[in-house]
């Protein structure tokens, strides 16, 4: 079993940055892979970014590429999701998960294992 625990949401102006983390417990943080993802009101979720096991490689929506970094300590067992730019359209609950799956399915939620409870980020324009 693992837990997530997801932090850092909030409400900001449009332009403004906010920085997610996600802390896990209950296994070993290097063995999984994670992901961010998020879901806006009457919307289905929808992948925002994911991290390999090693952190070597990383992953993007196109709609969050250049804003949004995703990063991980392995010692702290915590990913983060750096926000840069935010936008209205950003607002959503986002969530953080684990995954065994390969890369080729880290942008698809259902092959997601564990999932945090989810952060509210607001952007107001």
């Known amino acids: 079993q693992v837990q997530l625990v997801e932090s850092g949401g909030g409400l900001v102006q449009a332009g403004a940055s906010l920085r997610l983390s996600c802390s896990t417990s209950?296994?070993?943080?290097?063995?999984?892979?994670m992901g961010w993802f998020r879901q806006a009101p009457g919307k289905e979720r929808e992948f925002v970014a994911a991290?390999?096991?090693?952190?070597?490689?990383?992953l993007y929506a196109d709609s969050v590429k250049g804003r949004f970094t995703i990063s991980g300590d392995n010692a702290k067992n915590t990913v983060y999701l750096q926000m840069n730019s935010l936008k209205p359209e950003d607002t959503a609950v986002y969530y953080c998960?684990?995954?065994?799956?390969?890369?080729?399915?880290?942008?698809?939620?259902?092959?997601?294992?564990?999932w945090g409870q989810g952060t509210q980020v607001t952007v107001s324009s």
């Open positions: 209950g296994r070993t943080f290097s063995s999984y892979a």
């Open positions: 998960a684990v995954t065994s799956a390969g890369w080729g399915y880290l942008s698809t939620p259902q092959r997601y294992d564990y």
């Open positions: 991290i390999s096991r090693s952190g070597g490689s990383t």
